[in-house]
């Protein structure tokens, strides 16, 4: 007896779920059925598309808002979310920075734009994110607390901080993590790039972390074109993040002054005029994203060898990317399935190949990665747009 | 007698020319007349807004084509592009970079982001740019070659690049900039921020760098909201400043591989709609802005102590931005001026503080700056945009 599914089994599952369709399905689509339109057409006619305007400090205060943190700080990207959030908990060059193997590139792309050293931890099969449990039993291992800061015995370098990421929107386990985080003087802060909706024990991702990063990339939950933000609940913190995102130029009437290398991360007036309006619809795309979550949790139910992946205990997730499980001993069909559904028109992806393995943090520290490796072999993320 | 103006004077030679206004008259103000609402909407009825999409492919080929260089990479500002383009030029840590001292932050923001120094030179009147004759006669004191690198006998740094910035729009001599380049082993970089439509002995700025870096910001001859470009005629660092800023991945159907730390510096689509409609605008914006400076300069032809800046020998210039000197004796009626025209609803600005003298950049190497410390007293920015 052989308790394994066939590729055309998932396809036909994906199928029972979808709509039909003539065209390719990828994985993400917006939708911009709301006052998108309007509100860029009034920055086009007003002439505010760019640096300043009203929609950029509209963003802000909406985001705050909706996530509960006392500030938020609409920049360019995702990416450049993660590096100033870096910079301002203090990573200098030479530091080693905790990140989960398990993520996409801009978590440890960030980490160098600093000059430190990516260290990779393991994750947990529960939250496809960091492992609290074997992080701590990593930590008593190769850490040692010096003048209330955080060195690695073996490299001789500070662990300054560490970044969770709420892989596909499913939330880490925070609360165990922020007990090792205090307990071995480590910053935390969130990657919750791609979770925009997520709650963990009620609280919105992003409000843990010393500071946050989001992403309003095309295929995010909602888009800005491209943007992102910074997220913190320290006023000091907030109004650096500000300064040094925009060139760091001193107010005055008409002098030019800057008092720091800054950077022009600025989101422009125009993407966060489609933010607002995309903002505005978060609550609707997330019902729809639920109720896609649950259809193809019932049309996976019952296949042998394959789960759908569901929200971690305590929490609710945005189900931004919806994912497969393959069993261990099924893990051997991945590509299979990948092919049969991509054929076949609809877009099917593994999970990132993970971070160590790539030539350019090849030779980053390391710790044991059983699980993120078994999830790179068995992972396989199928289309997770609203409009679905 | 005194061969001198008074606030006043130059206040009633600005309404002279300016359209009589009831709100602030900022120095740039941009204009959507053509197909951007047209291109935006096609993005948003698409859902194509983001990393991907055509205007993105079409902006990167008219800038290519208009400007007369083989490759045009779209990022999301001149800032980005300046970075890239310094890297791409293999400027390392340690290295020094020359740059004007009298630029816009970016320029030196830029060097530090590659781990660099900054290393002042002077301007000459003329252009407002780098002064190739006291270059050289600085370089032929203080640089060394060995094994076809250019060193600082001072500092010990290799001098890898230099910089210049075409100031305002005003293409810097670069026939004998370039000459001293290459006798001295230092790789030339056109910061083109503000040159698009600025053509130097015919040629149009940008083609003469290993790479340039334009920017399309709100303040530009033409916007996308947030944006810039790196061009370049060597087609191997075109292709590789594409890879660079797009996270470096490697294609592939469905795997995510990246062989490089890479940015994400891409321009989203949806800005690049924009751009594509303001190129179209482009020679008519160029045209306008020529005849504002044509009436400026007849409106302050006859005021002693004061003139209008007119495009260098061998130059068309954009005229980006509108710019009046006064002369040295005159100089300490600057602020008068200043604050007469703010008051009067008319922005006007002074030159960028010098380089040198902000704090994060006051240790960098630094040549003789008499010229650039003299412009920066007598300089004085007026409204330039199109549609006046």
Redesign the interface.
Known sequence: MNANFNAQQILDALNSVLPEHHEFLPLH????RGN??HY??EC??T??????GKFVDRFEEELAAYTGVKRAIAV?????ALHICLMLAGVKGGDEVLIPALT???TA?AV??C?AIAHFVDSEESTLGVDPGKLLTYLEDIAEIRNAECYNRHTGRRIKAIVPMHTFGHPVDLDPLMETCQRFHITLIEDAAESLGSFYKGCHTGQRGLLSAFSF???KTI?T??GGAILTNNEELGKLAKHITT???LPH????????????Y??????AA?GCAQLEQLPHFLVAKRNLAERYSRAFAHIPGIHFFSEPANSRSNYWLNTLLLDEETAGQRDAV?AVT?DAGIM??????LMNK???FASCPSMDLAVAESLERRLINIPSSAIL
């Open positions: 689509e917006p939708s911009f998108e339109w860029v057409k086009l006619d002439g505010w598309v760019s640096s300043v360019v990207n995702g990416t450049a996409f590139v801009a792309n160098s734009y000059g990339n095309g295929n888009t074109g491209g060139t760091a130029k009437r008409w002098e030019f002054n800057h008092d720091m290398v800054g950077y022009n600025r989101m422009p007036n125009i993407n489609i990948l991509n099917t992806r593994p999970a990132w190949t790539l030539s350019m």
